[in-house]
């Protein structure tokens, strides 16, 4: 059965600094991958996802995700941190036409 | 105006309570999706439905029903409501393909005193 787990439930960083949210997926087949992002009081939006081709995905606000089937990883990381950039954000799997999420990550951003 | 709207925002309500919340949605998605979302836990699926003759359970339905009135309009009640159903609510819409992306709604937070 495929799934997800993040890794850290709290993630801090300094502003200007790399960000890094670890998620590593079970799967049988080729997954298709995704990673959400939840802003205070609101609805989870798409960041970006993977489901053929290229390995390095591209997303919105400067993040990416690079898909790596050796270490059934989908690691999302954005060069330099802004203040703007702390949410909460969940990696995910699509399962039997379903979208099984991960427990999510909380980033919190030092200035 | 929003793709995918829920109502209402905030409700809090007795134990034993029967509780309706609505979803309607303007994206003409086929695919709509019940979820909660309980800190620690991400988000977990309840019910959903393909189209309107179709309703599947989820992972955690026990307590809940639904009702598919229209391909734009997704109900989930609670018959009666218990504490532990406090949580954040979220309808999710979707159209089949290679990715089955979902586009969600705000949420409703729901209290159950």
């Known amino acids: ?111 | 105006d929003a793709d995918v709207t829920q109502t209402p925002r905030n409700r809090i309500t007795k134990t034993g309570k029967r509780i309706m919340l609505e979803c309607s949605q303007t994206k003409g998605h086929d695919r709509m999706y019940w979820y909660r979302q309980d800190p620690g836990l991400g988000l977990r699926l309840i019910y959903y439905s393909f189209d309107v003759k179709d309703i599947n359970k989820g992972e955690i339905s026990d307590g809940y029903s639904v009702s598919r009135q229209a391909q734009a309009k997704f109900s989930l009640s609670l018959e009666s409501a218990i504490p532990n159903q406090t949580a954040l609510y979220f309808c999710a819409t979707s159209i089949p393909g290679l990715s089955d992306e979902q586009f969600f709604g705000p949420g409703t937070r729901l209290t159950v005193l």
């Open chain 1, 1 to 111: 059965a495929q799934s997800v787990t993040q890794l850290g439930s709290h993630v801090s960083v300094s502003e200007g600094a790399l960000v890094l949210l670890r998620c590593n997926y079970s799967s049988s087949v080729p997954p298709y991958l995704f990673w959400y992002v939840q802003y205070p009081n609101q609805g989870l939006q798409l960041l970006l996802k993977y489901t053929t081709g290229a390995t390095l995905v591209k997303g919105i606000n400067g993040f990416e995700a690079e898909f790596k089937k050796s270490e059934t990883s989908f690691h999302l990381t954005k060069p330099s941190a802004h203040m703007s950039d702390a949410a909460e954000y969940f990696c995910a799997v699509r399962r039997d036409d379903k979208i099984i999420f991960g427990k999510g990550t909380r980033l919190h951003i030092l200035p």
